[in-house]
């Protein structure tokens, strides 16, 4: 059984689970997903959290053999959403002189989720506070909903190693990373604005404080274990979490019903590119990742909704869609619109109320109406909206 040695006395013993459809029941992993966790030798002995309960088997038999018989001191748990805490009970069980290290506010939810009382056994930290293991210190740091309310990350002062919870992580599995062509990015992309997206000023919080700090190595809850160019991957979270737009580009998302919509949409995506370099991404709502699609909405500085009238309102993916990237606090950038009706298009006035309610949004003119079909004219009300978003 391999088990990565990180540094000389940190080692990886977290699980790939290549068997889950949805993570967190939403979300596709076409790689499979990683639950990481760590453990640290030294005169004490700390496990850095534990892996989802659907990966029991496979992580004891890790820790079992990075552990040799010795004895854990100290369990530190970053957080307990079930995909990292669903053996803590386990560990607690078995290993009843191992001490809990925790936030104040995982006391609680711990109770919660997994009926468990281990209040006389856990040490609860708070900002600031150190812990020594021997040679290694652990400072621990509060990031209040970076997922969630009780998380908290670590700094492993000696080799400077940030435990970073659920920030920096990313869709995927450790084994099949060699398949992302697209490397780190992509998925730790969807991964931030599908799952920490809303809570962008809270990571803002928590990058300050890591910029204090000298950090050599970043030990997610997720995904790979950054060993070098960490400017590279703080930066990016800095720009996702401030809701800048990572590229210039044009986003356009569509719905249809008939295919007419698609048409107006893919006639745009063509205009486009004659008229530009510009970077255009397309997705049908209809087929393609919803969740990719919100991550392209951040990613890119302009988009392009492009919808029909259904029942009186706006066909319900697209509906569905804003109403993600509303959750999501979608905000400065430059929205163009499309609609299309046959009796009584009303799709345009609901899209663009929807995105007056949020922050530094634009409205692009014009606003293009589809009259069932695209005609000629449809084709000079695309290109003039093309002529706005090329600027
Ligand atoms: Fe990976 Fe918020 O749990």
Redesign the pocket.
């Known amino acids: 059984m391999e088990i990565t040695q990180i540094t000389n006395g940190i080692r990886y013993i977290g699980v790939d689970d290549l068997d889950l459809d949805l993570f967190e029941g939403q979300y596709e992993i076409p790689l499979g997903m990683s639950y990481n966790s760590y453990l640290i030798e030294d005169d004490k002995i700390a496990i850095m959290d534990t892996v989802d309960a659907r990966k029991t088997d496979e992580w004891i038999a890790k820790l079992d053999s990075a552990l040799a018989g010795r004895t854990p001191d100290y369990l530190i748990i970053h957080?307990v959403?079930p995909?990292?805490a669903g053996n803590i009970k386990y560990i607690m069980d078995r290993f009843p002189n191992c001490v809990g290290v925790c936030s104040q506010k995982a006391v609680g939810l711990m109770k919660r989720f997994f009926d468990v009382d281990f209040e006389d056994r856990l040490q609860t930290v708070k900002e600031g506070d150190t812990l020594s293991l021997g040679e290694r210190t652990l400072q621990f740091m509060m990031a209040p909903m970076v997922?969630?309310p009780e998380v908290m990350v670590s700094y492993e002062q000696k080799d400077k190693v940030l435990f970073s919870a659920?920030a920096f992580?990313k869709f995927g599995a450790l084994s099949r990373e060699e398949e992302d062509e697209e490397g780190w990015s992509c998925e730790a992309r969807r991964y931030y604005f599908n799952?920490c997206g809303k809570y962008g000023n809270m990571v803002q919080g928590l990058l300050k404080k890591v910029a204090q700090l000298d950090v050599k190595i970043i030990c997610s809850?997720?995904g790979s274990v950054l060993t070098e160019n960490l400017d590279y991957y703080i930066g990016l979270y800095d720009t996702w979490s401030k809701y800048e737009p990572e590229n210039e580009g044009i986003f356009i998302a569509y719905s249809s019903l008939h295919g007419n919509t698609e048409k107006a949409a893919l006639t745009l995506a063509s205009i486009i590119k004659e008229m530009s370099d510009i970077k255009v991404s397309v997705a049908d709502l209809r087929h393609d990742d919803m969740h990719e699609a919100i991550e392209d909405a951040f990613r890119y500085d302009r988009m392009v909704v492009a919808a029909p009238t259904y029942d009186g309102g706006l066909m319900p993916i697209m509906e569905d869609f804003i109403s993600h990237l509303k959750i999501k606090m979608y905000q400065n950038r430059k929205v163009g619109i499309i609609e299309n009706g046959s009796w009584a298009p009303v799709a345009g006035k609901k899209m663009r109320e929807a995105f007056e309610t949020m922050k530094n949004v634009t409205i692009l003119e014009p606003m293009v109406t589809v009259e069932s079909t695209v005609k000629p004219n449809t084709v000079e009300a695309l290109k003039e909206l093309a002529k706005t978003l090329v600027g």
């Open positions: 957080h959403e995909d990292h997922h969630w659920d992580g799952i809850l997720h």
